[in-house]
């Protein structure tokens, strides 16, 4: 990751989590229930694998194990960039699987991609709209790929393309949630891509305004910094539907594999239960703001 000078995005976000109290309802408690509905399926959580990719380099077939994982633990999963075949593998496993692809510069490729991921199997696709620049203004080459800034046209092309839902991924603005909403996108996740900027506003920070902007009509999910049921709890009361767990299962899923993925995100989702049983929601879709305290940062 480039870096210039200044304050990694990831520790402000880190510390923007823990400005954010909350309090406590006992009285008429009830057992919490996170099951929910995204994108017309049925999920145990509101707690997906991120869109990681080259986990093969962290793990024998980690691409693989980390859809297992979620598929084991009933969670949505998203996959980053990787070769065909490891995301048929993934969907193999019967994980619900949202195929995210870069911005390539050349759009016959974004083309290709979206039709490979249909004949796989994917469960939708989407693209990481954030990773078009480098840090010096220039068009973005990852893995020796080139990519290019998408206009709202050509991402209308894509959406158009497919009967996949099709998500936006690197929404950190209302003008970009807007935007994403007008095209047509099925739903955007709110992230800065692990501080692919520095002085990056914080996710959470920014979600109230974007909930606003967007007003109910797409899915909006978020990343960077998830670390426990606590974390997904504050997002979620904040106004995302759901969330996206990207580096907090690595290291699981490079110990134990499918089933180190499986256990972090059942050990974040009881979490959330313990956050949701004691301030007195019972439902994912009913957790808001009222409960939320916010110290200065
Ligand atoms: C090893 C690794 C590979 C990643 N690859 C991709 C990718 O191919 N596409 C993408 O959209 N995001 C990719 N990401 C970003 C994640 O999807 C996510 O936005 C980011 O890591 C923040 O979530 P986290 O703090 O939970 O890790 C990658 C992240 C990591 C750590």
Redesign the pocket.
């Known amino acids: 990751m480039e870096r210039m000078s200044g304050k990694d995005s990831n520790q402000i976000t880190r510390d923007y989590f823990d400005s954010i109290l909350l309090e406590m309802r006992h009285i008429d408690g009830t057992k919490p229930d996170t099951t929910l509905k995204l994108f017309g399926e049925d999920f145990a959580m509101p707690i997906a694998t991120?869109?990681?990719?080259?986990l093969n380099d962290t793990c024998e077939q980690g691409m693989k194990k980390m859809a297992e994982g979620a598929a084991l633990a009933g969670a949505l999963c998203?996959s980053?960039?990787g070769e065909r075949q490891e995301l048929a593998d993934m969907c193999g496993t019967g994980a619900k699987v949202i195929k995210?692809i870069?911005p390539h510069a050349d759009n016959a490729t974004v083309f290709e991609k979206i039709r490979q991921a249909e004949e796989d199997g994917a469960f939708g696709v989407g693209m990481?709209i954030d990773?078009a620049f480098n840090g010096r203004g220039e068009y973005d080459t990852v893995c020796g790929l080139p990519m290019k800034p998408k206009s709202s046209e050509e991402l209308k092309q894509f959406i158009s393309a497919t009967k996949l839902p099709f998500v936006i991924?690197g929404v950190l603005s209302v003008t970009d949630a807007k935007k994403a909403l007008d095209i047509g996108a099925a739903g955007i996740i709110v992230?800065h891509?692990?501080g692919i900027m520095d002085y990056a506003v914080p996710p959470l920070m920014i979600l109230p305004r974007i909930v606003e902007a967007v007003g109910g009509r797409i899915p909006i999910l978020v990343?960077?910094?998830?670390e426990s049921g606590m974390d997904v709890f504050k997002a979620l009361a904040l106004g995302a539907d759901a969330v996206?767990?990207?580096?907090?299962i690595?290291e699981p899923l490079k110990r134990e594999g499918a089933a180190g993925v499986r256990d972090t995100l059942l050990k974040m989702n009881g979490e959330l239960k313990g956050v949701m049983a004691r301030t007195g929601f019972a439902e994912v879709s009913a957790i808001d703001n009222s409960v939320i305290w916010k110290t200065g940062v």
């Open positions: 991120a869109a990681l990719s080259h998203f980053g960039m995210i870069k990481d990773h991924k992230s891509h692990h990343d960077c910094c998830m996206c767990v990207g580096r907090a690595m």
